[in-house]
Structure formats: structure tokens, C-alpha cells
């Protein structure tokens, strides 16, 4: 499975972006994972198709919204409302499994394929 991410950006304090994750097959799991240089990789948001509602990191509720389009197997990211520690590489995530958790914190082990990255900027 191929991810593609678009759509980061550079935005002032109390802007929005809309994050874009094209899959080149389709798959019942996906996420989205920021991370920080010299930081641990923070899970944002997880999919599971016909699960149960997305989950999102505290951090980000109310603010960030997932939405998809199956027929083109893309996952949608967006961000409301951004703020500076919002800023990082993105990463779209996406595997077979349910997600779990480690410490409370969304695990990276459900999914094997991942993207690129894509910058978002907030200042």
C-alpha cells in the first residue's frame, strides 16, 4: 500500500488546514501521526472502517476532524483552530488492524504503510 499526503502548509495562529492521505488500494485502518524533531511520534486520529466513532487525541479534539472518501480511498485531516505546538510533520498510517493503545497513547504497531510526511507550520 502506497499513502500519499498533501495539503500542509505554513499558517498563522487560529488557521486551518486540510490534510489529504491518497491510498493506493484500500484499507479498513487509518491514521494520521505528527511528530517532532527529537519528540516522540504522537498519534492525532484513527479510522476503522465500519468501527466504531474515530478516535482523537486529546490534544486535538474539537479542533481536528477525519472525514473520508472510500471510492477514492483517501482519508481527510481537518485542522481547525491551529496552534504553534501544532506544528510538525504529519504522517498518514494505514493498516488491517484495530487500533490499540499504549500508555493511553494511539500505537503506531496496527500499521505497517506509511507516507511521506507533510509539513504544517503554525506561527
Known amino acids: 500500500v502506497q499513502l500519499v499526503e498533501s495539503g500542509g502548509g505554513s499558517v498563522q495562529t487560529g488557521g486551518s488546514l486540510r490534510l489529504s492521505c491518497s491510498a493506493s488500494m484500500y484499507t479498513v485502518a487509518m491514521a494520521w501521526f505528527r511528530q517532532v524533531p527529537g519528540k516522540e511520534r504522537e498519534g492525532v486520529a484513527a479510522?476503522?472502517?465500519?468501527?466504531?466513532?474515530?478516535y482523537y487525541a486529546d490534544s486535538v479534539k474539537g479542533r481536528f476532524t477525519t472525514s473520508q472518501d472510500n471510492s477514492k480511498n483517501t482519508l481527510f485531516l481537518q485542522m481547525n483552530n491551529l496552534q504553534p505546538e501544532d506544528t510538525a510533520i504529519y504522517y498518514c498510517?494505514?493498516?488491517?488492524?484495530?487500533?490499540?493503545?499504549?500508555?493511553?497513547?494511539?500505537?503506531?504497531?496496527?500499521?505497517?504503510?506509511w507516507g511521506q510526511g507533510t509539513q504544517v507550520t503554525v506561527s
Open positions: 498510517a494505514a493498516g488491517s488492524g484495530f487500533q490499540c493503545y499504549t500508555g493511553g497513547k494511539l500505537s503506531a504497531r496496527p500499521y505497517p504503510y
Open positions: 479510522v476503522y472502517i465500519g468501527g466504531t466513532s474515530p
